[in-house]
């Protein structure tokens, strides 16, 4: 493109920009800001809300729950415990419920209400017997709209009784009550309300309790926390403080009450918020209660936006200014682009008149506004560069050339020279002549000559050495073949040597099922089942590596967990364990005195104590699981490995008795939860898996679930090799089926 057609393009393009630009960016701003506005208002009114309601009314009505109040709540509604007096008769509550006893019933409930009601905490409290007979009602003086205790008050429960006592026979009910006026003189009363049964010591229903605060407590104080005027929509009836007051509505707040249940009707929305230009205030409504259908019940939420929207007007004059300063910015730039273009050719023409005086030095050139390498001047002051270069890297290339051809040369002579210290007799003097005599061809004639004798030179040096490496070569694979065939062997037999410590047999109590994988021929886990006449032990190892420094640690471990069994003497699981972490310490320590690694290793314990029907585990950063038929647990372990160097002489393991053991327990190295998805990225197992797994094998044998585990192990990683070795092992108190293990004796990498 050329410069000329570019600086038009640019005026152009920049002037349609800022008209559309200006065109639209007012009404999406004035659009965003109200959209915004309002629902950060919808969310803000209804949390606040939901905390006034639920939390400040939630506080002074659960108390009285007889079942989760407060301690000293409850013994009003026990019919065995006297709260009003010191007597052992029984509760006098229940007892004049049951008698219909009206004025025992005032006088104690009012003993515990009447201070809380006129402290304003409740609005009323009713007291019925198990009939629907009112023996008790007591109201705030103040209270607004109709008065709950007044004869003309219908609660909406009274439409069916029977229904609502039997609704909250065996629980306490919260819910939203109308209070109507019979006599259609008054507005109708919301209250939000806490019901629940008192009962006899032989739990026959005796009466009702009925506590509430008036709703228009909370459309007050909202009102004057927030700065709103409220709301409440109540099936096709809308009601305001002013109507419970019996004044006359604002006019202002008639037309914002209409608009809001036009926008209602026309959307079907019951939660929304937005903003009214024409009447300048943001509409809202929101669900009374969680407890109640917006559509039957909702408060309507009306708070000033006079600032927002005069904010909006300033933002579109503001733009217009923007416009205009733009416009003469763009022509701004339009002059300093044409300017600068063409002082850059001028730079460029210079450039060519210094270099053909012979002056090669850089100089670098200016940048214009808006300046591209691909423009015509970009193009010429890069061909210029371009020119400059070349000929400034001519001598240079040849300098590098004859310091790449040293180099070369020296790397050879110190090959060749350290190859003849390998060589004996003849074969050596030969190939030292013939160092001597290069060196003596590369350091005479021009730098072609020089180049040219290198490339020869080494070619034949290459020939000559890989002749003599190919001789020693033969010569130490033979060497290398027998020494890899003898190690092989050593291997496989270690492996036999370690599958041979491994239990053949199981104890005939116990149903025991077990997977157990090294990942190569030999590996670090192992498991140790010792029968005892009395008791069994169970323990499942994984040690520090893998391979043959794993199965060599695994052997130790196996050979301290019999010499813990032997001696017999320790109380618990803990004990043994701790017992067995002592013994490999000090194998440890008198191997290498200067060891700082963490040879050791982790896993878990059991003891079976037969005459007791007992179980006990210990556990080194392993934990056991129990599948039962309700469902799988977990018992951890502690995090201390056993062996390990930064644990502290005498070390205690926490011994966890397993009260109840039924169902199938299971045990399991980390090889397990490590297992690696197939995937470029790969994801382990983990252990969130096999809890799932265990959940869905709730009841199940350990056959099934050591079955169940391994298909989805092996299905997860598909053809990804194990990382580690593996051990799983599932056992039962139950020998009602087969006991049968699974071994395998060489790992899925070998």
Same mark, same amino acid.
């Given at each position: ?8 393009g ?6 349609a ?7 639209f ?16 208002s919808?969310?803000?009114?209804g ?6 309601m ?17 301690y000293e709540?409850i013994d ?5 415990v ?16 049951a008698?219909?006893d ?19 905490q409740l ?9 629907g ?6 109201s705030?003086?103040?209270v607004?709209?109709v ?5 003309s008050a219908?609660p ?11 609704s ?10 109308q209070i ?10 919301i ?36 700065e ?8 096709d ?12 509505r604002?006019?202002d707040l008639?037309?914002l ?5 036009r ?5 079907d ?6 903003i ?12 009374l209660?969680?407890?109640i259908?917006?559509?039957e ?8 936006q ?24 763009i022509?701004l ?8 273009s ?12 210094r270099?053909?005086?012979?002056? &090669?030095? +850089? ?5 214009g506004? @808006?300046s591209?390498?691909? %423009? /015509?001047?970009?193009?010429?002051? #890069?061909t ?10 001519g001598?240079k ?12 040369d020296?790397?050879?002579?110190e090959k060749m ?12 003097s030969?190939? &030292?002549? +013939? ?6 061809? @590369?350091?005479t004639g021009? %730098? /072609?000559?020089?180049e040219?004798? #290198?490339i ?9 050495m ?8 033969d ?20 492996a ?12 005939g ?11 190569d ?6 498991y140790f ?13 994984d ?5 043959v ?15 813990a069994v ?7 699981a ?12 000090d ?8 060891n ?15 005459d007791?029907q007992?179980?006990e585990?210990a556990g080194?950063?392993?934990s ?11 018992t ?8 390990s160097t930064r ?11 397993l ?8 045990m399991?190295?980390d ?6 998805s ?11 898996r ?15 679930i ?6 989805s ?5 598909g053809?990804?090799p ?6 799983l ?6 020998a ?5 293990t ?9």
């Amino acid at each position: 493109m050329k410069i000329k057609t570019r600086i038009i393009g640019v005026f152009v393009l920049g002037v349609a920009v800022l008209l559309l630009a200006s065109s639209f960016s007012i009404e999406e701003l004035n659009t965003s800001n109200r959209d915004y506005s309002a629902q950060e208002s919808l969310t803000a009114h209804g949390s606040a809300w939901t905390s006034n309601m639920d939390q400040q009314f939630s506080d002074k009505l659960l108390v009285f729950d007889p079942k989760d109040g407060t301690y000293e709540n409850i013994d009003l509604w026990d019919p065995s415990v006297d709260a009003f007096t010191e007597k052992d008769d029984g509760n006098p509550l229940v007892n004049a419920l049951a008698e219909k006893d009206g004025q025992t019933v005032e006088s104690l409930m009012a003993s515990v209400f009447t201070n809380i009601i006129e402290s304003d905490q409740l609005t009323f409290a009713v007291a019925y017997d198990n009939r629907g007979l009112q023996l008790y009602c007591e109201s705030s003086l103040y209270v607004v709209g109709v008065d709950p205790c007044a004869e003309s008050a219908s609660p909406d429960y009274f439409l069916n009784f029977s229904a609502f006592s039997k609704s909250i026979q065996e629980f306490s009910s919260r819910r939203v009550v109308q209070i109507n006026d019979l006599d259609e003189i008054k507005p109708v009363s919301i209250n939000d309300t806490l019901s629940f049964s008192i009962k006899d010591k032989s739990d026959a229903v005796v009466g009702i309790v009925v506590l509430g605060r008036n709703i228009v407590d909370s459309l007050e104080m909202f009102g004057e926390n927030f700065e709103v005027q409220t709301a409440i929509v109540l099936g096709d009836k809308v009601l305001t403080v002013d109507d419970y007051y019996e004044e006359a509505r604002p006019d202002d707040l008639n037309l914002l009450i209409a608009d809001s249940l036009r926008y209602s009707k026309s959307n079907d929305l019951y939660r929304y918020s937005y903003i009214n230009e024409a009447l300048g205030s943001r509409l809202s409504s929101i669900p009374l209660s969680k407890n109640i259908r917006a559509s039957e019940l909702r408060v309507m939420l009306f708070d000033d936006q006079s600032e927002l929207l005069e904010a909006l007007t300033i933002s579109q004059r503001n733009s217009l200014v923007t416009f205009g300063f733009a416009s003469a910015l763009i022509l701004l730039f339009v002059f300093l682009i044409t300017s600068t273009s063409f002082n850059r050719i001028l730079e460029a023409i210079s450039a060519l008149e210094r270099m053909s005086e012979g002056d &090669l030095t +850089e100089h670098k050139p200016k940048k214009g506004w @808006l300046s591209s390498k691909k %423009d /015509e001047v970009g193009r010429l002051q #890069s061909t210029i560069s371009k020119y400059r270069l070349s000929l400034v890297d001519g001598d240079k290339q040849r300098k590098d050339r004859a310091r790449r051809r040293d180099e070369r040369d020296t790397i050879m002579f110190e090959k060749m020279s350290a190859l003849s210290e390998q060589l004996d007799g003849s074969a050596r003097s030969i190939l &030292l002549q +013939e160092i001597n005599d290069m060196r003596i061809a @590369l350091s005479t004639g021009t %730098d /072609e000559q020089k180049e040219k004798a #290198s490339i020869e030179i080494m070619s034949k040096a290459f020939s000559k050495m890989s002749d003599e490496v190919s001789t020693l070569i033969d010569a130490r694979t033979y060497e290398l073949v027998a020494a890899r065939d003898e190690i092989s062997s050593s291997i496989r037999y270690a492996a036999q040597l370690q599958n041979a410590l491994l239990p053949k047999t199981f104890p005939g109590d116990l149903n025991i099922k077990v997977e157990w994988r090294p990942r190569d021929l030999v590996g670090g886990d192992i498991y140790f089942i010792k029968d005892l006449p009395d008791k069994v032990y169970i323990a499942v190892v994984d040690c520090t590596g893998h391979g043959v420094p794993g199965a060599f640690l695994s052997i130790i471990a196996r050979s301290h967990l019999d010499k813990a069994v032997i001696a017999d003497k320790y109380q618990s699981a803990g004990e043994y364990l701790s017992q067995v972490n002592s013994f490999l310490k000090d194998t440890l320590r008198r191997t290498d005195q200067k060891n700082t690694s963490e040879e050791g290793f982790d896993g878990g314990v059991c003891i079976y104590y037969r005459d007791e029907q007992r179980l006990e585990f210990a556990g080194a950063k392993a934990s056991i699981f129990q599948v039962k038929s309700d469902g799988a647990t977990e018992t951890a372990g502690d995090r201390k490995s056993v062996g390990s160097t930064r644990m502290k002489e005498g070390f205690e393991y926490t011994t966890h008795k397993l009260t109840d053991p039924n169902g199938a327990f299971v045990m399991l190295t980390d090889g397990i939860t490590d297992v690696m998805s197939p995937e470029e990225r790969p994801i382990a197992f983990g252990r969130r898996r096999v809890m799932q797994l265990l959940q869905q094998s709730k009841g199940q044998t350990p056959q099934y679930i050591v079955e169940k585990i391994m298909k989805s192990v092996d299905l997860y990683r598909g053809e990804a090799p194990f990382r580690d070795d593996l051990t799983l092992l599932s056992f039962s108190l139950d020998a009602s089926s087969a006991t049968d293990t699974r071994i395998r004796t060489k790992g899925e990498n070998g």
